[in-house]
Nanobody, 124 residues
C-alpha cells in the first residue's frame, strides 16, 4: 500500500510562488508514475502535471508550474510560479506502481493512490 502526504499549501498573492511537496511511503518510489491534480470548489478534479515517461503538463499551468521528484527522499514536488486566482484549489498528489500510456495520465481513475490534499489560495 502506497501512502502519500502533501504539504506546502497556503495563502499567496497573485504573481507569487509556492512549492508543494508529497512524501511517499511503501513500494519502490523510483518506479512510480506520479501526478498532481487539483480540485476547486464545485468543480471536478483537474489534471495539473505528471511525471510518467516524460513530464506532462496541463495547458493552463505549462510554463508556470514545474513537477519534479527526488527518488532518494521519496518526494514529489510542484513548484508553482506566477500564481493566479484561478489556481486556487485543493492540490492532490497521485501515484501508481508502474508507468502508463501518456494519453491516460490526465484521467483520475487510472491513479489508485492519492494523498489527502493541501489547500492553495491565491488572493490579494
Amino acid at each position: 500500500q502506497v501512502q502519500l502526504v502533501e504539504s506546502g499549501g497556503g495563502l499567496v498573492q497573485p504573481g507569487g510562488s509556492l512549492r508543494l511537496s508529497c512524501v511517499a511511503s511503501g513500494g519502490t518510489f523510483s518506479a512510480f508514475a506520479l501526478a498532481w491534480f487539483r480540485q476547486a470548489p464545485g468543480k471536478e478534479r483537474e489534471f495539473v502535471a505528471a511525471l510518467n515517461y516524460n513530464p506532462v503538463y496541463a495547458a493552463s499551468v505549462k510554463g508556470r508550474f514545474t513537477a519534479s521528484r527526488d527518488n532518494v527522499k521519496s518526494t514529489l514536488y510542484l513548484q508553482m510560479n506566477s500564481l493566479k486566482p484561478e489556481d486556487t484549489a485543493v492540490y492532490y498528489c497521485a501515484a501508481r506502481l508502474n508507468r502508463i500510456v501518456s494519453s491516460m495520465a490526465g484521467t483520475p481513475s487510472v491513479w489508485p493512490n492519492w494523498g489527502q490534499g493541501t489547500q492553495v489560495i491565491v488572493s490579494s
